[in-house]
C-alpha cells in the first residue's frame, strides 16, 4: 500500500500583490490610460457641476433662513427618505462587491478575502458618510437661524454622516443574514409610507418641530462626534471579520452589480426590472399548492396573478407610500400631482403583469390551457383592476381628508381601475427587447429609443382612458364639488377600454 500524505495547508496570497500583477497585465495590453475616457468622466462631472450646482446648493443651504429654530416635518421626513434610499441602493448593489473578473479568479482562490473587499466597504462607508453629512448640513440649513456657529455645523454633519454609517452597517447585515433581511425589506416600506405620511402632514399644516440648539456648548458636538467614532468603530469590527464571508454570497452580489453596470451602460432600463424580478424570485424557495387551483371556482389566470400578488404582499406597504405622494404634492403645480397620482396608479396595477410579459413571450403554457386570446387576457384584467381601482381610492380618500377635493372622488377613483390595468396589460405585453435597437438620429450621434419607448409604453393608452379623471382633477382641484356626471363618464371609458381590449385580442396564441 502506498503512503497518502495529508494535504498541505494552502497560505493566503496577499490581494495587492495579485492587484499590482493585474494592473500591469492590463497596462501592458490596452495603455496606461484611454483619453477618450478622462474626457467622457472630465465632461460628465462639469455638466452635472454645471446644471445641478444651483439647485443642489438651494436644497442643502437655502439663501432665506427660517423664522425660528423649528424643524419643518417634510424636512425630517426628507432626511429619513434620503437615508432610506441610501439603504436600498446598498442593498441592490451588495454593498460588498467585487468585479466579475475578481468573482471568478479570486474568490475562490487563496486570496486574502479582507483585503480583496476593503476597497468595496471603504467604497460604501465613505460614500454614505458623505451623503450623511450632506443630509444633516441641509436640515441644519432648514432650521437654525443665521448665522450659524461652527460648533452647530459639526454637530449636524457628524451626526448625518454616523446615521448614513449605521444605514450601511444595516445594509451589511442583510446582506449577511438573508432571514434580517427579508424582514427588513418588508419593514422598510412601513418606514417609508410613515415618513411620507409626515411629510404630507408637514405639507397641509406647515407644523414645526422645536429643535435643540446645536450650539448649547461643547456638549453637543462632542456627542456627536462619539456617534460618528462609534459608527466607524463597528465598520472596523466588520472589516476584520471580512475573512469569513460567504462566497456565495459576494458571488451573487458581484453579478447583480455587474448586470446594473451593464444596464447604466446600455441605456436599457427594461433589463434592470427583469433582474429585480429574477432577485426577487430567487430568494422565494418553495410552493404551497393553493386550493383555488384544486377547486376551479376561480378561472386558472386570475388565481395565479391571485398567487402572484400573495407572494408580493410586501410590497403593499411600497404601494401604500407611493399612495401619499399626491397628498404631499398637494399644493403643488396640479400637472405634478395628477403624474404622481398617473404613474402610482399604473405601479400599483403593475404588480401581477410580469406573466403577461412572459406569455407574450412565449405562449407555450397558454397553449396548455387552451384558453382563447380574448380569454386570457379578460382574466388577466381582473387582478390589476382591483388593485389600481383600491390604489386610486385610497388616494382620493386621502385628498380628501386632507380638504383638498370634495365630492365622490373615491366612486372616480374605484371606476378609473380597470382605464388603469388597461394601460399596465398593454405595457406588460409589449416587449422592450424588441425595439431596444432602433436608433434616433440626433446632432451628437445615435440615440438608442429603447429606453425612450419602454418608458412611454403604456402611458398613451393610460392617458386617452383616464382623460375625466385628469380633467376631474385638474378643473375640481380648486374646491369645487365633484358630480356623479364625471364618475359615470369615467365608468364608461374605463368600460370600453376593457371590451376594446379583450375584443383586439388574437383569437388563439398561437
Not at 412601513?190 to 397641509?204: K, M, N, Y
Not at 381601482?389 to 380597470?418: E, I, K, N, T, Y
Amino acid at each position: 500500500m502506498g503512503i497518502t500524505r495529508a494535504p498541505a495547508e494552502v497560505s493566503w496570497v496577499a490581494a495587492k500583490g495579485v492587484r499590482r500583477w493585474i494592473r500591469s497585465r492590463q497596462i501592458a495590453a490596452n495603455g496606461r490610460l484611454d483619453p477618450g475616457v478622462v474626457y467622457s468622466v472630465l465632461l460628465a462631472v462639469a455638466m452635472a457641476v454645471a446644471l445641478l450646482h444651483g439647485p443642489i446648493v438651494a436644497a442643502i443651504w437655502p439663501e432665506t433662513p427660517p423664522d425660528s429654530l423649528g424643524l419643518p416635518l417634510e424636512v425630517l421626513a426628507g432626511a429619513g427618505l434620503t437615508w432610506a434610499a441610501l439603504y436600498s441602493v446598498l442593498r441592490r448593489l451588495g454593498p460588498l462587491t467585487v468585479s466579475r473578473s475578481a468573482a471568478t479568479w479570486l474568490l475562490p482562490a487563496p486570496v486574502s478575502r479582507r483585503m480583496l473587499l476593503t476597497p468595496s466597504l471603504s467604497l460604501a462607508t465613505a460614500t454614505s458618510a458623505v451623503i450623511g453629512a450632506l443630509t444633516g448640513l441641509a436640515v441644519l440649513g432648514h432650521a437654525a437661524t443665521r448665522p450659524v456657529p461652527a460648533g452647530s455645523v459639526l454637530t449636524g454633519t457628524s451626526l448625518g454622516a454616523a446615521a448614513a454609517v449605521a444605514v450601511a452597517l444595516l445594509a451589511l447585515l442583510c446582506q449577511r443574514r438573508p432571514a434580517v433581511a427579508r424582514r427588513l425589506d418588508v419593514s422598510g416600506g412601513a418606514v417609508v409610507c410613515g415618513l411620507l405620511a409626515v411629510a404630507a402632514a408637514g405639507q397641509l399644516t406647515d407644523h414645526t418641530v422645536r429643535a435643540i440648539p446645536p450650539s448649547a456648548g461643547p456638549v453637543l458636538p462632542a456627542m456627536a462626534l462619539l456617534a460618528l467614532a462609534a459608527a466607524l468603530a463597528l465598520v472596523v469590527t466588520v472589516w476584520l471579520r471580512l475573512d469569513g464571508w460567504p462566497t456565495h454570497q459576494l458571488a451573487e452580489a458581484s453579478a447583480n452589480a455587474g448586470a446594473y453596470a451593464d444596464a447604466a451602460y446600455a441605456v436599457e432600463p427594461s433589463f434592470l426590472a427583469e433582474v429585480s424580478q429574477r432577485r426577487f424570485w430567487q430568494r422565494r424557495g418553495g410552493f404551497r399548492p393553493s386550493q383555488m387551483f384544486r377547486s376551479g371556482a376561480v378561472p386558472p389566470l386570475v388565481a395565479h396573478d391571485l398567487l402572484i400578488t400573495r407572494r408580493k404582499a410586501g410590497r403593499f406597504w411600497w404601494l401604500a407610500a407611493t399612495a401619499m405622494v399626491p397628498v404631499m404634492l398637494g399644493r403643488g403645480p396640479a400637472w405634478l400631482q395628477l403624474g404622481a397620482v398617473l404613474i402610482g396608479a399604473i405601479g400599483a396595477a403593475s404588480v401581477p403583469t410580469e406573466s403577461t410579459h412572459s406569455e407574450a413571450r412565449s405562449a407555450a403554457l397558454l397553449r396548455l390551457l387552451g384558453l382563447s386570446g380574448r380569454r386570457a387576457v379578460a382574466q388577466r384584467l381582473v387582478v390589476p383592476s382591483v388593485l389600481a381601482a383600491l390604489w386610486c381610492a385610497a388616494v382620493m380618500v386621502a385628498l380628501q381628508a386632507a380638504g383638498l377635493v370634495r365630492g365622490p372622488w373615491w366612486a372616480l377613483g374605484l371606476v378609473a381601475g380597470p382605464a388603469v390595468a388597461v394601460a399596465a396589460v398593454q405595457r406588460a405585453k409589449a416587449s422592450a427587447a424588441s425595439v431596444a435597437n432602433v436608433l434616433i438620429d440626433t446632432p451628437l450621434g445615435a440615440f438608442p429609443a429603447g429606453m425612450l419607448l419602454w418608458l412611454l409604453n403604456g402611458l398613451d393608452v393610460l392617458t386617452v382612458l383616464s382623460l375625466p379623471l385628469s380633467v376631474g382633477l385638474a378643473t375640481h382641484g380648486t374646491g369645487e364639488v365633484l358630480s356623479w356626471a364625471w364618475v359615470a363618464v369615467q365608468a364608461f371609458v374605463s368600460a370600453a377600454g376593457c371590451a376594446l381590449m379583450v375584443r383586439w385580442s388574437k383569437t388563439r396564441f398561437d
